[in-house]
């Protein structure tokens, strides 16, 4: 365990503990008269268990390979094709195939720019 008095340990809040506290604190709040405790119950709720912010990164590292290998084999007329072609494979409609085109095409530059760099 942490030395810390605010300190979590990671084992603490395992996800078989986790709807169990989240119940016990919202029993204590529903229990208590006292408006001050309920709403420090209720931003102790929120603090344990919200969602990280933002998106949870994609791993495209078998996407990208494959856009690689199309424009190396010469499959694709340029490299605007093979993204498309790749995104196609792993979008439902017409506005996801744009951004996984775009999100390929980030991560395709960030990859090349990376690779000049090193050499």
């Known amino acids: 365990m942490s030395d810390k008095p605010d300190g979590l340990n990671a084992a603490l809040l395992s996800r078989e503990t986790v709807p169990a506290l989240d119940a016990d604190l919202a029993r204590r709040a529903d229990l208590s008269s006292d408006p001050t ?3 420090a119950l ?3 709720r929120r603090a344990l268990f919200q969602q990280p912010r933002g998106r949870r990164p994609m791993d495209d590292r078998a996407l990208l390979q494959e856009v690689e290998s ?3 084999s010469g499959l694709a007329k340029s490299e605007n094709d093979a993204l498309a072609k790749v995104a196609a494979t792993v979008s439902v409609d ?3 195939l744009k951004a996984n085109t775009e999100r390929l ?5 960030t990859a090349q720019k990376s690779s000049h760099e090193n050499i």
């Open 70 to 72: 199309i424009l190396n």
């Open 105 to 109: 095409r980030r991560k395709l530059r």
């Open 37 to 39: 405790f309920k709403a």
């Open 94 to 96: 017409a506005r996801s």
């Open 42 to 44: 209720a931003r102790a």
